[in-house]
């Protein structure tokens, strides 16, 4: 079945950089979009960038532009989320989600299991 | 940047139908999508497109469009349903999500 497997939590401390993976399986990797979603406890989702990973492409929301990197590696059907300068209310629970799209309108499905960063 | 609105909260009686809504001007040209979490868990798609569920997601899940409102409806509301439900759309390079809307079935 289609699934994406993301890395375990992370500690880190203010000023560093964290980077989460995210492994697909189930279907080619480079046909669809990955982004990042991030959620803080309590709060609703917030969306962060995307990556077409046949292309290399990628898109930041400006919110995090300067700090936020996201990569792929194709050979191992695996993206990634670097965030760097990092700060405690960097501090939520971080997922990637494959976007599908028909005529412009995309969706989310499925969503890796989430992981926690914790600034501290 | 576009912005996405939610109400906060709504409440239905066990069976009985609910209707949440999305407002947008986002959603004058793209379709919103919708995503149901639970407590610890990650978001899960429910409705996509004009009116479409994934495999495994209830009939009694229901999605429609008027201007710029989209709205989730949830007909003979059950126990299990009760979470926060989220909207997302897109604004032109950029991805939005609403606020989320936490439903309590009673």
């Known amino acids: 079945q289609v699934q994406l497997v993301q890395s375990g939590a992370e500690v880190k401390k203010p000023g560093a950089s964290v980077k989460v993976s995210c492994k697909a399986s189930?279907?080619?990797?480079?046909?669809?979009?990955i982004n990042w979603v991030r959620q803080a406890t309590g709060q609703g989702l917030e969306w962060m960038g995307w990556m077409n990973p046949n292309s290399g492409y990628i898109g930041y929301a400006q919110k995090f532009q300067g700090r936020l990197t996201i990569t792929r590696n194709t050979s191992i059907s695996t993206a990634y989320m670097e965030l760097s300068s990092l700060r405690s209310d960097d501090t939520a629970v971080y997922y990637c989600a494959r976007e599908r799209r028909s005529s412009g309108s995309g969706w989310f499905d499925p969503w890796g299991q989430g992981t926690q960063v914790t600034v501290s | 940047s576009s912005e996405l609105t939610q109400d906060p909260a709504v409440s239905v009686a066990l069976g009985q139908t609910v209707r949440i809504t999305c407002q947008g001007d986002s959603l004058r040209s793209y379709y919103a999508s919708w995503y149901q979490q639970k407590p610890g868990q990650a978001p899960i798609l429910v409705i996509y497109?004009?009116?479409n569920r994934p495999s495994g997601i209830p009939d009694r899940f229901s999605g429609s469009t008027s201007g710029n409102t989209a709205s989730l409806t949830i007909t003979g509301a059950q126990a299990e349903d009760e979470a926060d439900y989220y909207c997302?759309?897109?604004?032109?390079?950029?991805?939005?999500f609403g606020g989320g809307t936490k439903l309590t079935v009673l």
């Open positions: 189930g279907y080619t990797f480079t046909t669809y979009d």
């Open positions: 997302k759309s897109r604004d032109s390079s950029a991805v939005v």
């Open positions: 497109g004009k009116n």
